[in-house]
Each structure stands twice: as structure tokens, then as C-alpha cells.
């Protein structure tokens, strides 16, 4: 089958916020770029960011880019790699700043600075007060921002294909990227877009469990391109459970509202984040308050007729701040929980948010893996940032906006070295004539007519078992099962076969084609979480309930291959200061 | 629950035509898209756009029961039956409820979108008081989603001159930025008998606006500058 092409310097696949950032820098040279995304840029997942992000600006206290490292260091319980952590902690204010420049409507302060927040796990003096680090557009800070890169690229005149879905990157077999191939949604026809470097920035896949805080569309595509071009993804047993989702509906509450003054309370009105974490108490590290709040139900003390969630309590911070500080809250509040913060408290649960694994990258972007010589080679032509990236700077717990803070330093940081690979790189190398096989017979398998399971009921078997047998708190038991029903559910998925067969705009195919990624992502998953038999950060363990530095200070590495597991050393040697040595970890 | 959905696949239809659809469930919280999503596991040729499920995003615009809305923040306890969805009106179908945008976007690009401000940059944030800051509220929150600029006469008209509810409250959104440098030639290029003046403040935008915004005022404000500076 002829496939039509176009060729450009580099392809970005993703309009979020670290798509949108690396698509500047690389518009500041004058490359030919293509931005690929499956929904209009601004329906991207970073919309929905609701807190803010970090940077150690000092606008109402004394901070420092050292204290935010070591705070992220912390919170990553040791596993984060030390060196990336310094690259994004030293140029956060410069990357914020830049935002500002940008056009990004920041709230201010009396002085007319940048407004900042405190957020969970975030100190001053290497664990001491907390630092109020977390600059804010009310609790809208996602929706700003990804407006303003959106704007900033209007501007710089980016070349967008729009409603795009990205199906497999196109390889030779030397391991170049070459491209990739994508599907126009409105047509349905195939396209290759040959470029000598590609970018994924495609985001999360929280939609791999049954209640998430995460969007539509977060079904891990460029995991799931990754996977099935025989390289592995890392860390992927390492999921956030956000201690404030809306308690049935999934829908997040910021951990701003605590920075703001809000706290837990369990069916007692008591505030039990003050026996978990004397000190930080509710602004402790999120998996830190996500497994109190399981402890509090599964003990008895949950709220409601069912007992089963706790009290987010605002009340207290009067009608003022609430509207002014959090009105983003106040409204989803109101319709998800028919709650009003003003006058009574949220009821909420731990809800899956964040993924901290993903496409192995060090810190210039470049996917990397054991191919030869070492455990971090780079990929020729491939590049991962964002969510959809494990660089490693969150390890084994994000600290609350350190996303957002992520996806700008790495964006730019990755367009910086596409822009040297293009000089060392001024020609496309020859594409192989099957290249693009794999791409196409994966569109042509949902082809296929006659009767054969649906995609959703496979879908939502998947999400439930995932989150049954993956959850809060792990068992061997509970995840060896889970491992078996996970491989049995993914041998049903040949069978599935869809009724809608056109072309134009064929949402049922792209369900389809985003279920194949759900499942590679969830099998990393479950496989990588049996195999680690230790507790850290997010991934607690039942049956080994401390952490182990001796055996377990690794990186996973899981390929889709048999479902095999490598491991890679963490890098503690940060660029220019000392490392900070593993210790137990409280709040 | 009852639903009667406008269904278009320009593959296999010749011309549109309402289906009828039942779900056995309970409004209870439910919201509309949640509907929509078991409608979507019955039959998975309905075809309709959704991102966010909060709000947020501005995917999920339709013509509920004859008022634009986002079908993710309607509860379904609020519609009356049968439920009755159609596609935004004005644009071009592309397929049952999914709309071609382009002209809107085309709108929102056209009002330059982006903060201008050729000065050096400081090495620090450009300073703004709280107060000039206040002056974004109500116009920054706007998510595209197209329910205000599709509600408007004078949009469905003339959608290739006429800038529309949603791309005028942006570009008001700049004007308003004590940031921005460029007010002179923003009111220059609004200053035409079709970008600015075919809004004959009918209101419909503000009534369909699911974020509470209201471009009427912002269309109001422009005006006024207008009429300020030739003063
Ligand atoms: C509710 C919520 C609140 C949050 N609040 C905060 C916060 O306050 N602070 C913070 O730091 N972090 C926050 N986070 C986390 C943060 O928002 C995300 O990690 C981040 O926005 C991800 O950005 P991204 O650019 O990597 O991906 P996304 O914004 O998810 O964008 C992914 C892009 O890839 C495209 N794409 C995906 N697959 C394909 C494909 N197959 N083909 C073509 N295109 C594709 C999509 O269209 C989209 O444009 C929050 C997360 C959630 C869920
Ligand atoms: S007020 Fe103006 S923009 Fe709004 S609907 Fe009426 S004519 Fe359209
Ligand atoms: S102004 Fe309101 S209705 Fe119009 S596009 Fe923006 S959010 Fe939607
Ligand atoms: S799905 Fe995002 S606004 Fe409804």
C-alpha cells in the first residue's frame, strides 16, 4: 500500500505542555517542525493542572534551588536520578520566568511578583519550615499555561497537524527513528512523516485503572509505541494515588487547597494527618497521605453510609480566599460532589494521578537503553519529555508541581539537543521498504469484519483488575493474580473487532488502537510491581513493608518481550554538588 | 432514558437523520457524557468528541436540548426527555455530534493571541499589581469550546469576517493586560464593520458560555475604547 509522506527536520508527537514548550525551541532555529496531536492542543491533559509549579523564586520566603532539590530527592525516596534533579531544580526560575515573559497570567502579589503557594513536601533548610514555592494561576495553572505555550506557537507560526493519532514509529535496523507513521482522523488516511528526529510528549495513561484523576485521552500511546519498538519502559511500578480525588467521580481536588489551609478530617472530625506526619501533617508527601487516608478507612474511621472516604475541610478559609484562591475547586466541587467548600467539606479518596515511570531518558531528552555497551545508550533520532518520559526526576513519588515544572525544563532541554543532532544529522537516512509494515497491518487488524468482543468491554475489565490487584497498598498474593488476569485479559484483545468500519473520523478504531497501548502500559505495570518486593515511595508492599537500599536501589527496565525485567543503577552523583545520601524518610 | 441523537456519516449517509436510543439506568449524579459513554459501548459508530470529563478541556460542545452546552458538566437529572443532541450549529458536520472548528479557530488566531511587548525583557518577571491582574478574571478562563460563538446570529452569518463572541473576549483578554503593548493596532484591526461591529449584543453568548464568561461586556469594553480614541 502506498502511504503518503512529508518530511520535516523533526516531528513532536503531543500538544501538552512539554510538546508545546520543545516545538519553541526548536522554532527559534528555524527548523522545519511537525506538532502532531490527537485532539486540538489546548484539549490536552495539562489543561486540567490545577496547583501551580515549583521554582524556588523566593517570592515570599527565602528559598533556594538547593532546598528544592534536596526536597525532591526526598520526595522521590532515593530513586530519582540526582544529576536531572539538579539540571531541573537549578532552572526553574529561569524557566518560570520565561512563562511569565511569555504572557502567562500569573497571580501576583502585593509587590507585583510572581504569587506562591505552599505545596506537600516542599521545605525550606533541607527539611525544615515549609517553603512556599508553587507559583499559581489560581487553580488553574494548567489551563494558563498550556494556553499561553498554545499562543506562543500561533505566534511562531508551528506547523500543526491537528486530530492526528500517532500509530508506530518507523525504524531501520541500526535503531534510528525515522519517523512515524499517523493517522488524520477526519480522512482516516495513513500518513508517514519522515523526520531525522522524533519527539514523543504524548502523556499519561492513568487510564489504565478504573478511578483516575486523569483524562480521556491519557491512554499511554508513546509507551505503547516505545514497547513495540523492542525497547523498554522504566520504573512503571510507580504510580501516584493523589490523596484528593472526589470521592465516584475521579475529579481532582489540588493539594493547593491544603497549601491554602485546608486539611483531612476522618468520620471522628479528627485531623489525622497529625499522628502520620507531625510535622508536615496534610502538606506531607502524597504517598505518604494517600496510604494514612487507606489506613483511616480500612480501620474504620472513612466518612459516609459506606465508610468508605474521608473529609477535605475548607470551610474555614472563608468565602474569600476560596472564591479568589480556588475557584476552579469550588465550581467542580459543586457539580461532582453537590458540595459547596464554602459551607461544607469534600468527600474524597486516593485516586490514581500520576505516572513516575515511563520511556527511559537522561537529561538532554534522549531515550536510552542497554543496547550494546552500556544501561543508558541513547536511541539515535528518539527523544521522550513529559509525562510520557522517566528522566528519572520524580523516581519513586512526584512532589506536587514538579510536573509541570518538569515538562517546560525538559521540553526546552530535548529541543536543544534535537537543534545539534540536526547538524550532526543534515541528511534522512534511507527508509527500508517494510519499514512501515508494522505501522499499517496494526491499522488493518481493526479492519477486519465478523462478530468478536468489544474494545470497551476488554478496556474495562483491564481498569478493574488493575485496580483491584494494583492499588494503594500491594500484596504478592493480590499482584501474582493480577499478573495471570492482566496476560488473559491482553489474549482476548486479537479477538476484539469493532462494528464502525469508515473512515471519516472513526472514534471506535482509535479506542481500539489506544487499548493495545493501555494494555502494554498496564502489563509493565503489574509485572514490574510483582517483581519488586520492597516499599518505596508509592509502591507499598503488604508482604516487604520497609524500604531496601541493598537490594532494591535500582531502576526497572520491563520489555514487552516475555515480559522481561533488566534493572539499571539510580544516579546519585548529581552535575556539581554533593549527593544526597539515602535516609529514612518522615514528614 | 430516552435520547434521540443526530447522526451524519458522510460514508454511508446520504443526508442526516435523528436516531432514537434507550439506556436503562438512573440519572442519580450522572453526567450527560457519562450517558454518552454507555451509549458509545451499545454502539460504537456514535461518534462524538470528549477529553477532560471535568470542564475543562472544551471537547465535548453540543447542542443539548437546543442549548449549546458541555455534555461532561450536564447533569443528566437537569434534561428533559428525550434527550435531544445535535451538533453545534453554524459549522460544518463532519460526523454525527463532531464539528469542523476551523473557522472558529481561525477567528482566535486572527485576533493575535499572544502577548506583545517588544521592550528588553527584564531578568525578572514583568512586575503587574494585583489589581491589573484582576482585570484577566473573566476572560483568561475561556476554554474554546465554541458553545458562545455557535449560539451567535451574527457568527452563523458571517463566520469568516465577523470574529465572533469567543475570539473578541481574547482579544479584549490582551487588551485588558497591563503587559501587552500592542493596544493601538489590536483596536486598529478590530475597527471594521464585520470584525467588530456585526455583534449587535444579542447576548445568546453569554447565556451559552458553560465557564460563566461573558463576552458581551469584553465586545462592550472594545467599544468603548473605540469611541474613546476617535474622541
Ligand atoms: C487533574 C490533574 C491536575 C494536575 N495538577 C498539577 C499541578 O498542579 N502541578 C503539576 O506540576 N502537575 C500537575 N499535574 C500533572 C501534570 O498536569 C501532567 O503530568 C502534565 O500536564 C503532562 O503533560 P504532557 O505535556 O506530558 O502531556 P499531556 O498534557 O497529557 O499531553 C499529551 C499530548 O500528547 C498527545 N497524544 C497522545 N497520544 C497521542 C497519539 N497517539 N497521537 C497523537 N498525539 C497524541 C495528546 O493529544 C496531547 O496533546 C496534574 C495532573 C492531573 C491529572
Ligand atoms: S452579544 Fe454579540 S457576540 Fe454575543 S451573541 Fe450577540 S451578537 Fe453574538
Ligand atoms: S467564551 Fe465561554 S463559550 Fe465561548 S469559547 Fe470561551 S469558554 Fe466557550
Ligand atoms: S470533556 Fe473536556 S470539557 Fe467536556
Redesign the interface.
Known sequence: MAVAKRTFDAVIIGGGGAGLRAALQLAKSDLKVALVSK??P????T??AQGGIAASLGNVKEDSWHWHMYDTVKGSDYLGDQDAIEFMCRQANEAV?EL????M??????????YQRPFGGMTQNYGGDPAIRTCA?AD?TG??ML?TLY??N??AKTHFFEEYFAVDLVTDHHGYTLGVVILNL?TGEPLFIEARATILATGGAGRIFAATTN???NTGDGLGMVLRAGLPLEDMEFWQFHPTGIH??G?LVTEGVRGEGGYLVNKDGERFMERYAPNAKDLASRDVVSRAMAVEIHEGRGCGPKADHVYLKLDHLGPEVIKSKLP?IR??SL??A?VDPIEAPIPVVPTVHYMMGGIPTNLHGQVVAPTRTGPEEAIPGLYAIGECACVSVHGANRLGSNSLLDLIVFGRAAGNRVIDHLKENPFPRPVPVDALDPALSRLARWDRKGGGE????IREDLRQTMQRHCGVFRAAEVLKEGVAKVKAIAERLPHAA???H???????RI?ALELENLMGVALATIVSAEARTESRGAHARDDHPQRDDRNWLKHSLYYAEDHRLDYKPVRLKPLTVESFEPKARSY | MRFSIYRYNPDTDAKPRMQDYELAIEAGDMMLLDAMLLLKDQDDTLSFRRSCREGVCGSDAMNINGFNGLACVTPLSSLKQPITLRPLPGLPVIRDLIVDMEQFYHQYRSIKPYLINEEPEPEIERLQSPEERAELDGLYECILCACCSTSCPSFWWNPDKFVGPAGLLQAYRFIADSRDKATRERLDDLEDPYRLFRCHSIMNCVAACPKGLNPTLAIGRIKELLTKRTV
Not at chain 1, 469508515?502 to 471506535?508: C, E, H, I, L, V
Open positions: 485532539v486540538f489546548t484539549r490536552s491533559h489543561v486540567s520566568i511569565e515573559h511569555f504572557g497570567p500569573f497571580d501576583r502579589l502585593p509587590d507585583g511578583k510572581i494561576v488553574r489551563h494558563a494556553h499562543q506562543r500561533v505566534a477526519q483524562a480521556l485521552i465516584g467521580a475529579v476552579g465550581e467542580l457539580k461532582f453537590h468489544s474494545v470497551s468491554a469493532l462494528t464502525d469508515s473512515k471519516t473520523f472513526n472514534t471506535a479506542e
